[in-house]
Nanobody, 118 residues
Framework: VQLVESGGGLVQPGGSLRLSCAAS????????MNWYRQAPGKERELVAS????????TYADSVKGRFIISRDNTKSTVYLQMNGLKPEDTAVYYC????????????WGQGTQVTVSS
């Protein structure tokens, strides 16, 4: 299994980024996919979820109305469109399959760094 996140970078407050996570080694379309993030000195937190067919999405309150999660099952890729970025969104962003109550199903990828700063 591989999860490869990309698309991060340095952006000014109010800016936008689109993250991608390319998955391989499992039947992508059969699984819920999540985006998580981990800021320095903080625990990893759930940002957004998308159901298998992409018809149901959920968001953390902190990103609701600003972030949009989507997926392309033909490309085994999940996306996170981030708009209205704030300094508090600065973190390393990861994707994974949820496996409650144990956390994530697969080993974590390298993540992609998002830094929001003027």
């Amino acid at each position: 299994v591989q999860l490869v996140e990309s698309g991060g970078g340095l952006v000014q407050p109010g800016g936008s980024l689109r993250l991608s996570c390319a998955a391989s080694g499992f039947t992508f379309s059969s699984y819920v996919m999540n985006w998580y993030r981990q800021a320095p000195g903080k625990e990893r937190e759930l940002v957004a979820s998308i159901f298998r067919r992409g018809d149901i999405t959920t968001y953390a309150d902190s990103v609701k109305g600003r972030f949009i999660i989507s997926r392309d099952n033909t490309k085994s890729t999940v996306y996170l469109q981030m708009n209205g970025l704030k300094p508090e969104d600065t973190a390393v962003y990861y994707c994974n399959v949820p496996n409650p109550p144990y956390g994530a199903l697969f080993s974590w990828g390298q993540g992609t760094q998002v830094t929001v700063s003027s």
